[in-house]
């Protein structure tokens, strides 16, 4: 069983540039969420993509944007990078049984750094 | 308005030891999960036990047991007999865009 992964590992950006985290997976799992942790923090809810569609989303403005393809994998793009966030993006699989004990598995995280 | 609270930055204890990290929550809805998550110095955040809100007994999972108390809004989480291993940041969270509060530091000392 793969589990999540989640690439690069690390990246730096300069203010105002463009970045697309990527995402795949634990094999069989339909809804994948993303989340951002700033140092010291605990994750904040971005958004989850079920089905290739967008079924919930945190306090984030419109900048962040994410895209989940037929094979599950999912991309988190930011516009108009700002320092504040720099941070460690974490990507959640699960499979979507609706309920309150649906169980989310994590990647690495991509640590962002913008400069 | 914050859903999860954990009260205590940082925590350390002696190794075979137990300990007890705090957790508290706020929803007002009937239903509800409730989750504890490890997350090492690597980042990856690793599932430890769930509580559901209408579970009777408290969870368990082999060292780790869940102190759920629903009329305080509490779902602390206990580690028995405690390994140099377990030394990580905690969290709590939340199921429904799943809350996490600010988490605990633990420190295991030989």
């Known amino acids: 069983e793969t589990g999540v992964t989640q690439s690069p590992t690390h990246l730096i950006k300069t203010r105002g540039q463009q970045v697309t985290l990527r995402c795949s997976s634990q094999?069989?799992?339909?809804?994948v969420s993303w989340y951002q942790q700033a140092l010291g923090q605990g994750p904040q809810f971005i958004f989850q993509?079920?089905?290739?569609?967008?079924?919930g989303r945190g306090n984030f403005p419109p900048r962040f944007s994410g895209l989940q393809f037929p094979n599950y994998s999912s991309e988190l793009n930011v516009n108009a990078l700002e320092l504040d966030d720099s941070a460690l993006y974490l990507c959640?699989?699960?499979?979507?049984?609706?309920?309150?004990?649906?169980?989310?598995?994590f990647g690495s995280g991509t640590q962002l750094s913008v400069l | 308005a914050q859903k999860i609270t954990q009260t205590q930055p940082g925590m350390f204890v002696q190794e075979k030891e137990a300990v007890t990290l705090d957790c508290t929550y706020d929803?007002?809805?009937?239903?509800?999960?409730l989750f504890w998550y490890k997350q090492p110095s690597s980042g990856e955040m690793i599932f430890l036990i769930y509580?559901?809100?209408?579970?009777?007994q408290n969870a368990t999972e082999g060292r780790y047991s869940l102190n759920f108390q629903k009329a305080r809004k509490s779902a602390n989480l206990v580690i028995s007999a405690s390994q140099l291993g377990d030394s990580a940041m905690y969290f709590c969270?939340?199921?429904?865009?799943?809350?996490f509060g600010t988490g605990t530091s633990l420190t295991v000392i030989p």
């Open positions: 509580q559901g809100s209408y579970d009777q």
């Open positions: 959640a699989s699960s499979l979507a049984l609706g309920g309150t004990n649906e169980k989310l598995f």
């Open positions: 929803t007002s809805d009937p239903s509800y999960g």
């Open positions: 969270a939340m199921r429904d865009q799943f809350y």
């Open positions: 094999s069989g799992h339909n809804t």
């Open positions: 993509y079920y089905r290739e569609e967008e079924n």
